[in-house]
């Protein structure tokens, strides 16, 4: 029979397969029909383990237009930045370590408290490519002042004996002979022509209760003044003593104005033999020789917290100098004021954390006696957290207008004894708020809207912090310090009376901007990995619509850190501003910026020329 043959297709590719089956000589039907659907898609392999961290980057960068100038004695910051007319710049040594026994070229050694002067160079003609320090390495290089241009000149040290019976940094009782203390704490430096060529140099002590000196300098040569008079401490008696007196500035008429840096955040705590720093008001009733347990009389604490004006009194002994409080200007905790060349506005800053930046404005220019007081609000740039980026807006917010009689007749209302606690509470605070705004505030718990219970702004004036944030002002800024201008460049873009001159602007050291700066609350919110590090933020100088001079923005100019949290020393980029305080504008717009710090092994002296300007 017949046997039917079989065959087969060899594999061959799918597509060739499918044009021989679609062949007209096979006549294979179906080979019309529609394509099938895609496949599943294979699930993803597993991720590859993280490769290895990248070495740490260099940390030897500088910021663009950084210098180092100065570097101070251990333990030491350096207070008192100012630019004389001689163009010598005057530098202070303050708490050095009493460790240090190095001397240094003139045979001075650095272990207290130090008063001082950088000569032998014109810093009104600081050569841009002068030679930037190298960071002190060993132990004598630690311990003394260097500076990368001229020589530091010591003038006084705290225990020098001076001519009126004292010595340098003693801090005398309200009886003028009791001695509290010796201080080890020079600070703010105001330097005044003594009409012969010389000059009278009022120094801060910043201690509790607060002193001052005053020494009478002259015959500058290349290696420093060669006359030197250690006159005295300036008697605050007539203003029932001072406190804590940090930086300061001259005003445009000649006299020193020094700043009350109040430590108290709260009032009630000036009653309150349980807080941590109640010796700080005990040591005020040694001062008036109360009793020092609260059984009798006790210091007003409405008399503390102002700005203080030194009289020029060039003919006058130094125990007859004029002093003056500027209660128009707020009680807070004062690092500095500086008066603008209208001569009717001063910016105020406010040291501490969860504080504000004030404004006053006289009513006379050249007259601080009465005025109006602000309060800054603040407006971050949207979207931005960076500290290098973030500008902050400024509005600001009209507090009170009143004069020094009446401002000092409401102090004298709380004089009183330990158990009267006679201070303005924080309801009292909010009644007035209310009052002023006409509007119920969340600073209590009613819903109505309270009156005033004072008969005048008292409130303002007396307890401005409060006041300030409970009127809507920000009270957010961490360790606001030095606010600064150059009086000449300023003044030169004002009375030119246009703004499209040289513009002139206002500097701010933020020693910090952790905690209440970068807290994720409020008006400012950075980003604080830096925090502890610092800021300093610049002010464009404007002409506002009432014809006075203003700022609007505050940019931030340089930014210190890396901060280094595992380092235990210099925990801030050694290379970079750490704690910003003392600032001060040379001629030509250059910034001088010096350290408070204690993440750098040696404070710093910096030049800053400002990139951006």
Request: hydrophobic fraction near 35%; include cysteine; aromatic fraction near 6%.
């Given at each position: 029979m017949l046997r039917k043959k079989s065959f087969r297709l060899l594999a061959l590719p799918?597509?060739?397969?499918?044009?021989?089956?679609?062949?007209?000589?096979?006549?294979?039907?179906?080979?019309?029909?529609?394509?099938?659907?895609?496949?599943?898609?294979?699930q993803a392999g597993i991720d590859g383990t993280d490769g290895s961290d990248g070495a740490d980057g260099i940390t030897n960068y500088i910021p663009v237009g950084l210098k180092r100038l100065a570097t101070a004695p251990l333990g030491a910051e350096f207070t008192g930045l100012y630019l004389n007319s001689d163009n010598t710049l005057f530098l202070n040594v303050q708490h050095p370590s009493s460790s240090n026994t190095t001397a240094d070229s003139a045979g001075k050694v650095f272990d207290k408290g130090t008063v001082g002067v950088i000569v032998g160079q014109d810093f009104s003609a600081l050569p841009e490519n002068f030679g930037a320090l190298d960071l002190p390495v060993t132990t004598a290089e630690k311990e003394v002042v260097m500076t990368a241009v001229g020589s530091y000149q010591v003038l006084t040290q705290q225990g020098d004996a001076l001519d009126?019976?004292?010595?340098?940094?003693?801090?005398?009782?309200?009886?003028?002979?009791?001695?509290?203390?010796?201080?080890?704490?020079?600070d703010f430096n105001g330097v005044i022509s003594d009409g012969n060529g010389g000059f009278y140099l009022y120094t801060n002590w910043e201690d509790r209760p607060g002193s001052m000196s005053r020494i009478q300098v002259g015959g500058l040569t290349d290696t420093g003044y060669t006359t030197i008079t250690q006159e005295g401490m300036i008697d605050f008696s007539s203003v029932g003593g001072t406190w804590v007196n940090c930086f300061g500035t001259v005003s445009p008429w000649n006299t020193p104005l020094s700043s009350e840096e109040l430590y108290f955040d709260d009032t009630a705590d000036w009653f309150n033999s349980e807080y941590e720093y109640f010796s700080n008001p005990q040591?005020?009733?040694?001062?008036?020789?109360?009793?020092?347990?609260?059984?009798?009389?006790?210091?007003?604490?409405?008399?503390?917290?102002?700005?203080?004006?030194?009289?020029?009194?060039?003919d006058a002994a130094v125990a007859n100098v004029t002093v003056n409080k500027f209660e128009t200007m707020g009680r807070f905790s004062h690092e500095n004021s500086v008066v603008m060349p209208d001569q009717r506005t001063v910016f105020l800053s406010d040291d501490g954390t969860g504080v504000v930046f004030f404004k006053f404005v006289a009513d006379v220019a050249g007259d601080m006696s009465?005025?109006?007081?602000?309060?800054?609000?603040?407006?971050?740039?949207?979207?931005?957290?960076?500290?290098?980026?973030?500008?902050?807006?400024?509005?600001?917010?009209?507090?009170?207008?009143?004069?020094e009689a009446d401002i000092e007749a409401a102090i004298d209302s709380f004089d009183g004894t330990f158990a009267d606690a006679n201070y303005i509470t924080d309801e009292q605070v909010c009644d007035w708020a209310e009052?002023?705004?006409?509007?119920?505030?969340?600073?209590?718990?009613?819903?109505?809207?309270?009156?005033?219970?004072?008969?005048?702004?008292?409130?303002?004036?007396?307890?401005?912090r409060k006041a300030a944030v409970a009127l809507g002002a920000t009270g957010e800024f961490r360790k606001m310090e030095g606010v600064n201008i150059n009086y000449g460049l300023a003044s030169t873009w004002w009375n030119g009376g246009a703004a499209d001159g040289d513009q002139a602007y206002m500097y701010m050291a933020m020693s910090s901007f952790d905690k209440t700066m970068s807290d994720d609350e409020g008006d400012i919110q950075l980003n604080g990995d830096n925090g502890k590090c610092g800021v300093v933020y610049r002010m464009?100088?404007?002409?506002?619509?009432?014809?006075?001079?203003?700022?609007?923005?505050?940019?931030?100019?340089i930014v210190g850190g890396p901060y280094y949290a595992d380092r235990s020393v210099n925990e801030c980029n050694i290379n970079n501003i750490s704690n910003p305080d003392n600032l001060l504008i040379l001629d030509d717009g250059r910034v001088i910026i010096g350290e408070?710090?204690?993440?750098?092994?040696?404070?710093?002296?910096w030049v800053f020329d400002d990139p951006a300007i």
């Open positions: 799918a597509a060739i397969t499918a044009a021989i089956l679609c062949t007209p000589l096979l006549l294979l039907t179906g080979c019309d029909g529609d394509d099938g659907d895609d496949g599943v898609d294979g009126d019976g004292s010595m340098m940094g003693d801090i005398i009782a309200l009886d003028g002979t009791t001695l509290i203390k010796s201080s080890n704490d020079p040591s005020l009733a040694t001062y008036f020789g109360y009793p020092t347990d609260g059984s009798g009389n006790w210091p007003n604490p409405y008399d503390y917290g102002y700005i203080v004006e030194l009289g020029n009194a060039t009465a005025g109006t007081l602000y309060a800054a609000k603040i407006t971050q740039t949207s979207g931005v957290n960076d500290p290098a980026e973030a500008a902050l807006g400024i509005e600001w917010i009209e507090l009170a207008s009143m004069d009052s002023k705004s006409g509007a119920d505030l969340s600073c209590d718990e009613d819903v109505t809207v309270d009156a005033n219970p004072f008969s005048d702004d008292r409130v303002a004036y007396l307890e401005s464009k100088l404007m002409r506002n619509a009432q014809g006075e001079v203003d700022v609007k923005t505050m940019v931030p100019a408070d710090t204690g993440n750098h092994e040696n404070n710093v002296v």
